[in-house]
């Protein structure tokens, strides 16, 4: 089994900056897909970002590209999501997620965060 703890959400002004981190414990990582969704209130969760544990490839979705930065730190098991320049349409709870699938979706996922809140103001 997999455990996922989020920390750094908060609010910040349009423009600012937040770092989002999920540590990961239980068993290896090495054919896992990390990253990250969103889920905004009346909205359907979506796909942010993901990256691959064993080769660091990313992907992106169109909304955050140039924006947000994902990477991992192998020795901590640790994912991090920087963010920058945020928009107030950023605002969502963020959820750091798993899958040992190929590729990171809603469908494959099989281990989710609690969730922390982000908050842009305009």
């Known amino acids: 089994q997999v455990q996922l703890v989020e920390s750094g959400g908060g609010m910040v002004q349009a423009g600012g900056s937040l770092r989002l981190s999920c540590a990961a414990s239980g068993r290896a990582f090495s054919r896992y897909h990390m990253g990250w969704f969103r889920q905004a209130p009346g909205k359907e969760r979506e796909f942010v970002a993901a990256?691959?544990?064993?080769?660091?490839?990313?992907h992106y979705a169109d909304s955050v590209k140039g924006r947000f930065t994902i990477s991992r730190d192998n020795a901590k098991n640790t994912v991090y999501l920087q963010m920058d320049s945020l928009k107030p349409e950023d605002t969502a709870v963020y959820y750091c997620?798993?899958?040992?699938?190929?590729?990171?979706?809603?469908?494959?996922?099989?281990?989710w965060g609690q969730g922390t809140q982000v908050t842009v103001s305009s």
């Open positions: 990256i691959s544990w064993s080769d660091g490839s990313t």
């Open positions: 997620a798993a899958s040992n699938r190929p590729a990171l979706t809603l469908g494959s996922a099989g281990y």
